[in-house]
């Protein structure tokens, strides 16, 4: 069995609604998908409905995109509750979750952690100079915004970076229980790195990317791979021996016409040997 992960799908758009299936299929294999799948329920389950039958099993992580305040099926959920409907939504289709046991599988005959996380982030992926206060104001000095100020909501935390200290307390108190020695596989739609989150033509948008917090987690936890979505430049790194992987698909300007769909389904190999 191998292990695959795709992410930022973003199914809002009809070109990537076609797109996913085109995505072959390998069904002895297992699925990632890294957050920002589209916006509502429906993409969710467009997504399910194309890619269960080709593979053995898929994990999914949220995204901002998830998360945000839109209309879906009638609703209008927010904040937690709009997280855990997406969560019920994938255990009504036996999709794995960040709310699920860590799933160890046999992935050609190395035994791994999967491990799909929900963190946010807090805003800490700024200069020291500038205060948390003036984070926002900064971004905003460059010209850089982001829709996640009026869409995502963190309710019922008071804020986005509250929320993701609870997201992040809670994640760790889960890793630190694990006492098997297993490899990790770890998945989050936001890099765990700050360094990881620099976008050349908008810098000031790694405010949005993530949190310190997670800086060393993928030594601290014994990863073999990290993989995430949300900055839409894919890559493949190795930091302190372990392999990273931004597996975004993107928005179609982004990708189409340079990148098949199917290629952009990566192969989640460590370091030196394929998983």
């Not at 699925?31 to 589209?38: S, Y």
């Not at 917090?213 to 790194?237: C, Q």
């Not at 975004?248 to 952009?264: C, T, V």
Request: with cysteine; net charge negative.
């Amino acid at each position: 069995m191998k292990l695959f992960a795709v992410g930022d799908l973003h199914l809002g758009h009809p070109t990537n609604r076609e797109a996913i299936h085109t995505i072959r299929a390998r069904p002895d294999d297992w699925l990632i998908l890294a957050g920002d799948v589209g916006e509502t329920e429906r993409h969710l389950d467009l997504a399910f409905d194309a890619l269960q039958p080709k593979f053995k099993q898929l994990v999914w992580v949220p995204g901002n995109h998830e998360l945000w305040s839109v209309a879906s099926r009638g609703t209008a959920l927010r904040g937690e509750a709009r997280y855990q409907r997406f969560v019920a939504l994938c255990r009504e289709r036996g999709v794995l979750t960040p709310e699920d046991p860590y799933p160890v599988a046999e992935i050609d005959g190395t035994r791994v952690r999967i491990v799909p996380m929900f963190l946010l982030y807090d805003y800490s992926f700024r200069p020291d100079h500038v205060p948390l206060d003036a984070a926002v104001a900064w971004a905003r000095e460059a010209g850089i915004r982001c829709a996640d100020e009026q869409l995502l909501s963190p309710a019922p935390f008071d804020s986005r970076s509250a929320w993701c200290a609870a997201r992040c307390d809670l994640t760790e108190q889960r890793l630190e229980a694990l006492d098997d020695g297993l490899p990790t596989v770890l998945i989050n739609h936001w890099p765990l790195r700050e360094e990881l989150a620099r976008l050349p033509r908008i810098p000031r948008f790694s405010l949005w990317c993530g949190t310190r917090r997670t800086e060393d987690w993928h030594t601290r936890f014994a990863a073999r791979a990290v993989i995430s979505g949300h900055i839409h430049i894919r890559s493949s790194r190795e930091i302190d021996g372990v392999a990273f992987e931004e597996v975004s698909l993107g928005y179609p300007k982004q990708w189409h016409g340079r990148i098949e769909p199917d290629d952009a389904v990566r192969r989640i190999s460590f370091p030196g040997r394929t998983i």
